[in-house]
């Protein structure tokens, strides 16, 4: 007798059990334009596109190093930290938070500045400076995704169905 594991099998039934791991948002009108419809499921739209724009972005500052034309870390870091504070204020000032094209295009420019970087890192000339700007990305990402989530729990919060909340209808798909 012998077992076999099917790890793709089990996220599937995952995802159909639990559509919301792949939205992480609530389904109803407050978080409408963060999640797009994907062959039946609800995707969010942060994670849509802004993995594959830093990946992206990677790849081509890699590309253009191998080409001879390479970028420094702070030259990659600065242009890196740049965009996060344009995505930031965005934010911030709640511009276009119901505008799924605008949305896009900030999560896009997330993308990017993540990429940025990440490359930095890895084109720094030495392991203390990797370390260091490592400690710096990673601090902000714990400080940006907390301050984000209490954000949204704001959002939650100001909902008339809060009191039934995680079981209020935005907790299940429509």
Same mark, same amino acid.
């Given at each position: 007798m012998s077992i076999s594991y099917n790890p793709v099998g089990k996220i599937r039934r995952a995802i159909r059990e639990d559509p919301i791991i792949l939205a992480h948002h609530p389904f109803c009108d407050n978080f409408a334009g963060h999640t797009i419809?994907? +062959?039946g499921y609800s995707v969010c739209l942060g994670c849509l596109f802004t993995y594959p724009s830093a990946a992206v972005t990677i790849a081509v500052v890699l590309a253009f190093g191998y080409l001879g034309l390479p970028f420094t870390n702070i030259q990659l870091f600065g242009a890196g930290v740049v965009l996060f504070v344009v995505a930031l204020l965005r934010k911030a000032l709640d511009i276009g938070r119901e505008n799924q094209r605008l949305h896009i295009i900030f999560r896009v420019v997330l993308? &990017? *500045?993540l990429g940025l970087v990440l490359s930095a890192i890895i &084109? *720094?000339?030495d392991w203390t400076s990797r370390l260091v700007l490592l400690a710096l990305v990673v601090g902000v990402a714990i400080v940006? $995704? &907390?301050w984000n989530? +209490? +954000?949204s729990m704001g959002i939650c919060r100001s909902c008339e169905q809060y009191p039934e909340?995680? $079981?209020c209808d935005g907790s299940r798909p429509s």
């Open positions: 419809q994907l +062959r993308g &990017v *500045s &084109v *720094s000339p940006y $995704n &907390v989530g +209490r +954000r909340f995680p $079981n």
